[in-house]
């Protein structure tokens, strides 16, 4: 049944008429064309389709329209500011922190959310913090240092 959602999108309010049951994930790519948010496995288990909801991190194969009514949603394309890349996009970037980089977008936003609950996270917390993303190239080491780094220069250490 289609119902008028409204939600902000990257700083910017959105209002479409739409299912309510449709999952953000098609939203995202298909209508609105922000194809950082990768399809993976369709289940919510790979985490390459995290987004951002009220600042939490959420599998949007797995998110209804309806979930996100009156909410905010970011994106990895709603990270950079002024042409400025957000330091773990950088940090990720600059630690070889990706192989393919089919589920960097999943990961930095899941270390994003991480690091807003926790600034200062041990190596430990950021391996179980991260544990529900995979990555299939193996680049899991990189990661976890990058996002340490991150946290170091986002203020967290």
Partial sequence: ?????????????????????????????????????????????????TVLVNDEA???????????????????EGLEKNGELHPLQKVFMENDALQCGYCTPGMILKALALLKKNPNPTKQQIIEGMEENLCRCGAHKRIVEAIRIAAKEMGGF
């Fill in 1 to 49: 049944m289609k119902e008028l959602i409204k939600f902000t999108l990257n700083g910017k309010p959105v209002e479409l008429e739409q299912d309510s049951d449709r999952m953000l994930l098609w939203v995202l790519r298909t209508d609105l064309g922000l194809t950082g948010t990768k399809y993976g496995c369709g289940e919510g288990y790979c985490g390459a389709c």
């Fill in 58 to 76: 959420v599998r949007s194969c797995q998110t209804s329209l309806k979930d996100i009514q009156n909410k905010s949603v970011v994106t990895i």
